[in-house]
């Protein structure tokens, strides 16, 4: 793994919690985007070399709505980035962790994603990310 790639956060009302965050960062949100396969809209906020993503479920079915009625408001992922997210997978099983999906799926801005079940990693989320590759027009 070679950093933190962001720290995902679950919010009932993105549009609240985008001001909440400009106001905190002093910076505006630089992407929105809606994640129709895990029905949730996200926002990535920069400082520095950190990003936050604020997560707002689109469905009652969406594991960000699930979380929030579960926990509430507040941290719901930590993602790592890393260079061959088939690999690490694979290492991360021979090693005993339950991962969430086997094969990578798209994710939001521009990653492909795979999640480690929170049961083996201490009750953390854990997401791995990779940039996906740029689709050719």
């Known amino acids: 793994m070679q ?18 965050f400009e106001k905190l960062l002093g910076t505006a949100s630089y992407k929105e985007e809606e994640v129709l396969s895990e029905g949730v809209k996200t926002s990535f906020f920069k400082t520095g070399p950190n990003k936050i993503e604020l997560l707002e479920a689109t ?5 960000i709505a699930k979380f929030i009625e579960k926990k509430g408001e507040g941290v719901h ?6 260079d ?7 290492r991360l099983k021979q ?18 994603v795979a999640f480690l079940h929170p049961k083996g990693t201490n009750g953390v989320l854990i997401e791995l990310c990779q940039d996906a590759p740029r689709e050719v027009e």
């Open 77 to 82: 992922h930590i993602a790592f980035a890393v």
């Open 95 to 112: 090693e005993g962790f339950t991962v969430l999906n086997d094969t990578p799926k798209k994710g939001a801005d521009n990653k492909l």
């Open 3 to 20: 950093k933190i790639e962001h720290i995902g956060i679950a919010v009932k009302d993105l549009k609240v919690a985008n001001l909440l």
């Open 59 to 63: 469905t009652a079915e969406s594991p």
């Open 84 to 90: 061959d997210i088939v690999a690490e997978i694979a």
